[in-house]
């Protein structure tokens, strides 16, 4: 009976050293395991860590960029208000400079008008000086006819320049190259093709023209003289 309880103790005792290995080997596995979960989270913080750092510089960098963007904003937006500003100097300067051309114009406007009036008098008694110098040769000239031996063969008068618009041989019309020319016989106008002749009359000392239809009167006369 001892020997059999020794047996089965020795058997516990062997059951048990079995198990002790057992949890020994267990315990090792689970230190083993522990050890690796530390590891992994220590790695995870550092993970964490850096990722924190990470996330930071990124906020930092995007509050960086967004400060920077928003006063380059306000750069751009001073600086646009600022070429508003200059537009409207200039703007307000080109029309002082418009207002002020303007009344210059307008001065300039009633100087010309002035002038124009002026000259307009001036030419008026230059035309009615001219008239008058006119009336007064005319007056001369018929005098001066009406003094000559043949100077009453046409109504007994001189006849005034502004009263022959045609030519009285060839009833051609004066113009530029169609000058008048009086007869100093008959005192009438004719073209320079009708009065081409130039004789001596009773009251002149040198040759002066006659017309075509005057001619034969005068060297009539000068036979007859002579």
């Known amino acids: 009976l001892e020997e059999g309880a020794t047996e089965e103790l020795a058997g516990l005792r062997a059951a048990h050293a079995d198990k002790a290995a057992a949890l020994g080997a267990a315990r090792e596995q689970l230190g083993k395991a522990a050890a690796r979960n530390q590891e992994l989270t220590r790695e995870m913080e550092n993970a964490l860590g850096l990722a924190d750092v990470k996330l930071h510089q990124v906020r930092r960098e995007l509050e960086e960029a967004t400060r920077a963007a928003e006063e380059q904003k306000a750069e751009q937006q001073q ?8 537009l409207n100097t200039q703007v ?3 029309q002082q400079k418009f207002n002020q051309a303007h009344e210059i114009c307008e001065e300039q406007e009633k100087e010309i008008n002035r002038l124009t009036r002026a000259l307009d008098e001036v030419d008026s008694r230059r035309q009615e000086a001219v008239g008058v110098g006119m009336e007064l040769c ?3 000239q018929e005098l001066q006819v009406r003094s000559t031996t043949y100077g009453q063969l ?3 008068r001189w006849q005034r320049d502004r009263t022959a ?4 041989l060839c009833e051609l019309d004066f113009s530029l190259t169609r000058r008048r020319h009086h007869c100093r016989c008959c005192g009438g106008i004719f073209c320079a093709a ?3 002749h130039f004789e001596k009359l009773a ?3 040198r040759p002066v023209r006659v017309c075509s239809g005057c001619l034969e009167t005068v060297v009539a006369d000068a036979r007859r003289d002579a």
């Open 138 to 140: 005319e007056q001369m």
């Open 154 to 156: 046409v109504g007994g």
């Open 79 to 86: 600086a646009s208000w600022d070429a508003v500003d200059r």
């Open 165 to 168: 618009t045609f030519c009285q």
């Open 92 to 94: 307000k300067r080109l």
């Open 203 to 205: 009251s002149s000392k």
């Open 194 to 196: 009708c009065s081409p």
